[in-house]
């Protein structure tokens, strides 16, 4: 090793999936402690197990697949890039993971299916410890019906994200290709499932446009997360503006001076 921040690893290097069961902590006081994963056939929990860091920056990388029941929990609070070392397509959490926080930086839950790596962002709304879980599926959500502005959702991925405890968070999530149906003229914003249809979630977040783009990053409303989230797409101008100010000013007889402000996130045409 070569730094203060990555002195303790536990490896899996093995040639076909390897079981990992345990008394749920592979970790230390200071969350120091990493699991890599170098098995291209990837690792497999059989008990619930919570590790310092996770690390897929090996030459054979590889997944780790949990389950509802068998779920990995990162407690590193730290938003550096080795706690969540280096994932991509051949090696992120195939299920559900959890990560511990404790600023408002962006942390990444290394999420995907499959052969599919798609990640997570949540944005904690105050410097408080807090957990969040993630899961995603690279399916189509069963129920594709939503309300307006909102005219039409991604058929291709949604995420299943809650909030174990802690405070309210805003949900960041990435675009790998386009969104089936969205045109140029539409914006891309974060949706939540609400038990019947899928509605706007971006008050106060940032949207993708133009419609049809096959890159960029959407951030939801600051809400205590929990439910169903995918990206959906409405018309540019129909969703949401935050106005932060509006004067207006009488200058003569016949004349006024106006002025007004939005905030840098907003849609404005």
């Known amino acids: 090793v070569s730094t203060t921040t990555d002195l303790f690893v536990l490896e899996l290097n093995g040639n076909s999936n390897q079981n990992i069961s345990s008394t749920g902590i592979i970790n230390n006081a200071n969350n120091e402690i990493s699991l890599l994963l170098n098995n291209t056939a990837g690792a497999t929990l059989a008990a619930p197990l919570t590790v310092g860091k996770i690390s897929f920056n090996s030459a054979n990388k590889g997944n780790l697949t949990t389950t509802p029941t068998n779920v990995l929990s990162i407690n590193n609070p730290g938003t550096h890039s080795l706690v969540v070392n280096s994932p991509g397509s051949n090696g992120f959490v195939n299920g559900p993971v959890r990560r511990?926080?404790?600023?408002?930086?962006?942390?990444?839950?290394?999420?995907?299916?499959?052969?599919?790596?798609?990640?997570?962002?949540?944005?904690?709304?105050?410097?408080?410890?807090?957990?969040?879980?993630?899961?995603?599926?690279?399916?189509?959500?069963?129920?594709?019906?939503?309300?307006?502005?909102?005219?039409?959702?991604?058929?291709?991925?949604?995420?299943?994200?809650?909030?174990?405890?802690?405070?309210?968070?805003?949900?960041?999530?990435?675009?790998t290709g386009s969104v089936p149906g969205a045109v140029a003229s539409d914006a891309v914003v974060v949706v939540r499932y609400n038990g019947a249809d899928w509605v706007n979630f971006s008050t106060g977040g940032t949207l993708i446009q133009p419609g049809n783009s096959s890159s960029g990053s959407a951030r939801s409303s600051v809400a205590t997360i929990n439910g169903f989230y995918t990206f959906g797409y409405g018309v540019a101008g129909t969703l949401p503006i935050r106005l932060l100010n509006f004067d207006a000013r009488k200058i003569s007889s016949g004349s006024a001076f106006i002025t007004w402000s939005i905030s840098s996130n907003s849609n404005a045409q």
């Open 100 to 175: 511990s926080t404790a600023s408002t930086g962006d942390y990444l839950l290394p999420t995907g299916k499959g052969s599919t790596y798609d990640p997570v962002q949540v944005r904690p709304s105050a410097a408080t410890s807090s957990v969040y879980q993630a899961e995603y599926f690279g399916t189509a959500f069963s129920d594709l019906s939503s309300i307006s502005p909102i005219n039409g959702v991604s058929n291709q991925e949604y995420w299943e994200i809650s909030t174990v405890s802690g405070v309210d968070a805003a949900i960041i999530l990435t675009l």
